[in-house]
């Protein structure tokens, strides 16, 4: 079983930075993509950034604004997010897809519990 604990959320203005952190504990073999998504109120969640296998991949709405990182040593990921809008106003997801035991077991997905960013004057 995996853990996913989130913070760094909050109240900031238009133009304003957050860095959002996302502790991972348990039994991970190896990590197969990890994220973050975000859900605004009455929308559906939707994908900010993710990196798999080497890639990474950012929501057009965001691109040049946040950056996904992930710190090994800490068991930790990352989602700066700089140039904040109104409209980045949501609960903020990470999400790992891990394997647990070894190369053959399967594909295992966990989320964060969620953690509000408002961004408003």
């Known amino acids: 079983q995996v853990q996913l604990v989130e913070s760094g959320g909050g109240l900031v203005q238009p133009g304003g930075s957050l860095r959002l952190s996302c502790a991972a504990s348990?039994?991970?073999?190896?990590?197969?993509?990890m994220g973050w998504y975000r859900q605004a109120p009455g929308k559906q969640r939707e994908l900010v950034a993710i990196?798999?296998?080497?890639?990474?991949n950012y929501a057009d709405s965001v691109k040049g604004r946040f950056t996904i990182s992930r710190d090994n040593a800490k068991n930790t990921m990352y989602l700066q997010m700089n140039s904040l809008k109104p409209e980045d106003t949501a609960v903020y997801y990470c999400?790992?897809?891990?394997?647990?035991?070894?190369?053959?077991?399967?594909?295992?997905?966990?989320w964060g519990q969620g953690t509000q960013v408002t961004v408003s004057s």
């Open positions: 999400h790992l897809r891990i394997r647990d035991r070894g190369f053959s077991s399967p594909l295992l997905d966990y």
């Open positions: 348990g039994s991970i073999f190896s990590i197969y993509a």
């Open positions: 990196t798999s296998l080497g890639s990474t």
